[in-house]
Nanobody, 123 residues
Framework: QVQLVESGGGSVQAGDSLKLSCAAS????????MGWFRQAPGMEREIVGI????????EYADSVKGRFTISRDNVGNTVYLQMNDLRPEDTAVYYC????????????????WGRGTQVTVSS
């Protein structure tokens, strides 16, 4: 069983930056594709981006491309989401998730999920 715990959320102003972390409880973390998703109030959960097992490949949603960066530390069993130039429309609960598949661009491919961390961006 993989446990994922997100942290680093908060309330910021438009244009600010935040870095989210997702700590995994499993020693085989390096075997998983990791994804970041978000869900805004009244909206469906959507993909933000994904990173492959060794961190050499990433993909991003068009809405965050050029502003957000995903990275991972396979020694520390942690995946990160660096968010720059935040906008009010980035306000959402952000989730990390683990998959065995690449590219895991659909939520059904993710076996394990964290509980999320809230990000609020005010204008």
């Amino acid at each position: 069983q993989v446990q994922l715990v997100e942290s680093g959320g908060g309330s910021v102003q438009a244009g600010d930056s935040l870095k989210l972390s997702c700590a995994a409880s499993v020693p085989t973390f390096r075997n998983y594709v990791m994804g970041w998703f978000r869900q805004a109030p009244g909206m469906e959960r959507e993909i933000v981006g994904i990173i492959n097992e060794n961190g050499e490949m990433t993909e991003y949603a068009d809405s965050v491309k050029g502003r957000f960066t995903i990275s991972r530390d396979n020694v520390g069993n942690t995946v990160y989401l660096q968010m720059n130039d935040l906008r009010p429309e980035d306000t959402a609960v952000y989730y990390c998730a683990a998959s065995y598949c690449w590219p895991a661009t659909t939520q059904t491919l993710y076996k394990y999920w964290g509980r999320g961390t809230q990000v609020t961006v005010s204008s």
